[in-house]
């Protein structure tokens, strides 16, 4: 079981900013800048392209949305998106509220306390539709 189903399941704890019956989102813990969100299927596949088309369109669809409630909430000049996977074996998609290339670097990491997690996650959960 990957640790992102331990946060579907609420095994272990997130901050969640939007959910369906099929799709969750919550913030990255080790955030690259304020606001990074990762958008997971339920259904536990390893990588993205061995999804099926269709959970594949149905995965952008909400990343999508996500991205949307994330543009209303944090001041950024775009929303970057990136698929990895290297470290939790469950597909993601990384949207990252992003001001300069080195944003969307994986080594390039913020510190944020809880109030501010717990700030985001309201802002963007309540910018979703
Ligand atoms: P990737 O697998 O795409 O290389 O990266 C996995 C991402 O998941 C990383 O950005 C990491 O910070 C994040 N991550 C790993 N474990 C947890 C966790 O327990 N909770 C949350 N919210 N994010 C996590």
Known sequence: M?????????????Y???????????????PNAKGHTLVVPKKEENKIFDLSKEDYSALMDFSFRVAKALEKSVICKRIGMSVIGLEVPHVHVH?????IMTDMQFTHK??????EFVGLAESISSNFE
Request: no cysteine; proline share 5%; charged share 25%.
């Open 2 to 14: 990957s640790i992102f189903t331990k946060i579907i399941t609420g095994e272990i704890p997130s």
């Open 16 to 30: 969640k900013v939007a959910e369906d019956d099929n799709f969750i989102a919550f913030l990255d813990i080790n």
């Open 95 to 99: 949207l990252v509220p992003t001001n």
């Open 110 to 115: 913020v510190k944020l306390t809880k109030d």
